[in-house]
T-cell receptor, first 116, second 112 residues
Framework: DGGITQSPKYLFRKEGQNVTLSCEQN?????MYWYRQDPGQGLRLIYY???????QKGDIAEGYSVSREKKESFPLTVTSAQKNPTAFYLC???????????????FGDGTRLSIL | GQQVMQIPQYQHVQEGEDFTTYCNSS?????IQWYKQRPGGHPVFLIQ?????EVKKQKRLTFQFGEAKKNSSLHITATQTTDVGTYFC????????????FGKGTKLSVKP
């Protein structure tokens, strides 16, 4: 069954700690994305990757880092530099644009991160 | 910078009433997408509109793309409790192929 798997579902971070959120997809999509969702704020783009071994900063990349060593995987690290990490984190993937049109994004179930 | 405004932020309706959410962009769009996020869930793609003035229907949901391709709407006829959730519009993000900028969403609650 094709889809996107995010883990863990819930995560707690201590002060000064880095934590890594996992995102795996078996949809054979080239592009992957990380979003942060806060109440009433919609989805804000943290990082995106359009191809393996390449990624770009989104609107709110400060305090986060990513890697894209495999097509299927796009882990997000929330570093201690991110002072307000409590949020719902969503990973998504999509095919690359076809005929100039933006392709629909498929989302994982998300990870809820809280500070202890 | 590029912005997408979505209104209203919240809408409370009685079951059976209609519901509409509106999306307005600061730029002319090549296309617009709509997503639904159920409470506690993740966004799910509903539809993409491409042509000027386009109207698409999915059962009780009607999606419209403005003639100038700068605005869009989602209308639900005779809401049901299964329609509860947050509806987002999303537009292509500037020159970045594949990226989307999402509206803040309209949260719909339906009273039985």
């Amino acid at each position: 069954d094709g889809g996107i798997t995010q883990s863990p579902k819930y995560l707690f971070r201590k002060e000064g700690q880095n934590v890594t959120l996992s995102c795996e997809q078996n949809l054979n999509h080239d592009a992957m994305y990380w979003y942060r969702q806060d109440p009433g704020q919609g989805l804000r783009l943290i990082y995106y990757s359009q191809i393996v071994n390449d990624f770009q900063k989104g609107d709110i990349a400060e305090g986060y880092s990513v890697s894209r060593e495999k097509k299927e995987s796009f882990p997000l690290t929330v570093t201690s530099a991110q002072k307000n990490p409590t949020a719902f984190y969503l990973c998504a993937s999509s095919s690359n644009p076809d005929r100039g049109l933006t392709e629909p994004q498929h989302f994982g179930d998300g990870t809820r991160l809280s500070i202890l | 910078g590029q912005q997408v405004m979505q209104i209203p932020q919240y809408q409370h309706v009685q079951e059976g009433e209609d519901f509409t959410t509106y999306c307005n962009s600061s730029t002319t769009l090549s296309n617009i997408q709509w997503y639904k996020q159920r409470p506690g869930g993740h966004p799910v793609f509903l539809i993409q509109l491409v042509k000027s003035g386009e109207v698409k229907k999915q059962k009780r949901l009607t999606f419209q793309f403005g003639e100038a391709k700068k605005n869009s709407s989602l209308h639900i006829t005779a809401t049901q409790t299964t329609d509860v959730g947050t509806y987002f519009c999303a537009e292509p993000y500037g020159g970045s192929q594949g990226n989307l900028i999402f509206g803040k969403g309209t949260k719909l609650s339906v009273k039985p």
